[in-house]
């Protein structure tokens, strides 16, 4: 059974820096393109960035370009995300998620950051 823990979001003020955690179980990360999405009160859920199965070739929108950076330690079968220069605009709930064939079909339950101005 597929599980993903996301943990490590917060209330921070903007500029500051979130790492974001998912534990990961019941699959090997290293063998699975792994993504972070996000979706604000009232706005539908966006990509953010993801990290490709075996060489983690990594992929970002552009807001978070720069900004954010998705990284994978296989030995801890966790995917992380380190988000620096936080602004208002990137307050949402977090949400990991594993990419089986085309689609992502495995989703965590998520973790809110909030960034105040």
């Known amino acids: 059974q597929v599980q993903l823990v996301e943990s490590g979001g917060g209330l921070v003020q903007a500029g500051d820096s979130l790492k974001l955690s998912c534990a990961a179980s019941?699959?090997?990360?290293?063998?699975?393109?792994l993504g972070w999405f996000r979706q604000a009160p009232g706005k539908e859920r966006e990509f953010v960035a993801q990290?490709?199965?075996?060489?983690?070739?990594?992929g970002y929108a552009d807001s978070v370009k720069g900004r954010f950076t998705i990284s994978r330690d296989d030995a801890k079968n966790t995917v992380y995300l380190q988000m620096n220069s936080l602004k208002p605009e990137d307050t949402g709930v977090y949400y990991c998620?594993?990419?089986?064939?085309?689609?992502?079909?495995?989703w965590g339950q998520g973790t809110q950051v909030t960034v105040s101005s």
């Open positions: 998620a594993v990419r089986v064939a085309t689609e992502y079909n495995y």
């Open positions: 019941g699959l090997t990360v290293r063998a699975h393109t």
């Open positions: 990290i490709s199965w075996s060489v983690g070739a990594t």
